[in-house]
């Protein structure tokens, strides 16, 4: 499964771990492996609806003062971790990315970096948790949008800083951005370190089958969240020189209205539609003992809208159901038959190890017409 996240809106520590809550990721269990590694702290997360619709808030609470204020302490506890190791590198990586921006933004060495602003167990929660939550929702890859840009002021325990923040600004260096309206700080130096760990690649939108959509709000009143995507690949065509499996779509509906004129005008149509790559009409019984049959038309998932319409057009039936289905394909490549010294189109496969040819049903249609003669005499020898 991948990821995508759409910074549009901005994006920080705690509103991507609410994203991940709202996508289904199960928040309870962190709490616990964080207690086993020495943090103790509460983890809340409730429903919220803004502007930007229904997501998620999650905040973090603690009663006993945890000195958990410099980067070496909060690497000790991510060491520990009872999670898996690519999420703890991960981790660890995006803890030394804000690092070294806020040793670079203060002009200190990094092992000085306190991290006081925004509470170090807040931190800690927003990395481990994004880092734990996209190891438990099964994500492999993580694609963003470009990063929103305001360059605006905003007041915090140093006094007034230019925005993006200075170490905020240090880590989006060599991403892509675009201008904004908001003004106020929509990226956060924990944002910025996610992004800068976590992103495989900046698109300007979610590739493949999307499967659900979590949107995450943080502490600030802002209107919109970070709306994150989950999507799984887009199935790839399988190459027919080679063979192997690929999805097809099938499309069928019931027909019991349709006259023997009609019905076989509708088979032709489609039939000859390029997108469609079979149609079979099944006889029977319907409703009240009326004939009827079944329509049946498979194509490729991307050309579902076309051929959906298609078959609606020239059947006006009321309904269609529909089901992705694997194939296996043979190795297939065209070739050239000679029958009763007619070059006939073909296509040769490959099955067993052995090789086949069979002429193409338009090319015996063609010859047939051309020698005055019907199809079978074409294979059939006098």
């Known amino acids: ?53 229904p997501g998620r808030r999650v905040d973090v609470s603690w009663d006993e003062v945890q000195p958990l204020r410099h980067p070496a302490d909060i690497a000790a506890v991510f060491a520990v971790l009872d999670m898996g190791g690519a999420a703890r590198q991960r981790a660890l990586a995006v803890l030394e990315a804000l690092t070294l921006a806020e040793a670079e933004a203060h002009q200190i060495p990094p092992e000085e970096v306190h991290f006081h602003e925004v509470g170090a167990i807040d931190t800690l929660v927003d990395i481990a948790g994004a880092c734990w939550g996209l190891e438990q929702l099964g994500v492999r890859r993580v694609t963003a949008s470009p990063l929103p840009w305001f360059s605006g002021t905003v007041q915090c325990a140093h006094g007034l800083i230019p ?46 089958v999307l499967r659900a959509l979590g949107t995450g709000y943080g502490s600030r009143p802002a209107p919109g969240g970070l709306r994150a995507w989950l999507a799984e690949p887009a199935p790839e065509a399988v190459s027919h020189a080679r063979g192997g499996r690929e999805q097809v779509l099938q499309l069928e509906t019931h027909l019991d209205h349709l006259s023997g004129e009609e019905l076989g005008m509708a088979l032709t149509a489609l039939a000859a539609s390029p997108e469609v790559l079979d149609v079979l009409w099944l006889p029977g019984i319907g409703k009240k003992n009326r004939p009827a049959g079944l329509l049946r038309v498979l194509c490729r998932p991307e050309d579902e809208e076309g051929v959906s319409l298609g078959l609606l057009r020239h059947t006006h039936s009321l309904g269609l159901r529909r089901q992705c ?16 010294g007619e070059r006939l189109e073909a296509k040769a496969y490959i099955l067993e190890g052995r090789r086949y040819v069979r002429a193409e049903a338009e090319a015996v249609k063609s010859a047939s017409a051309r020698l005055g003669v019907g199809a079978p005499a074409l294979r059939f020898k006098a």
């Open 1 to 53: 499964m991948d990821l995508y996240l759409d910074c549009g809106n901005g994006i920080s520590g705690d509103m991507t771990l609410a994203a991940l809550v709202h996508l289904g990721l199960d928040i309870a269990p962190l709490a616990s492996v964080l207690a086993r590694a020495g943090v103790n702290c509460r983890i809340e997360t409730w429903p919220e609806t803004r502007v930007g619709g």
């Open 163 to 208: 925005l993006p923040a200075p170490a905020a600004a240090w880590l989006m260096r060599g991403k892509p951005v675009r201008p904004t309206d908001a003004r106020e700080e929509l990226v956060t130096p924990t944002g910025a370190a996610l992004v800068h760990v976590l992103v495989d690649e900046f698109t300007d939108g979610p590739l493949g």
């Open 325 to 340: 289905l694997e194939r296996l394909v043979l190795p297939r490549e065209a070739a050239e038959l000679i029958d009763a």
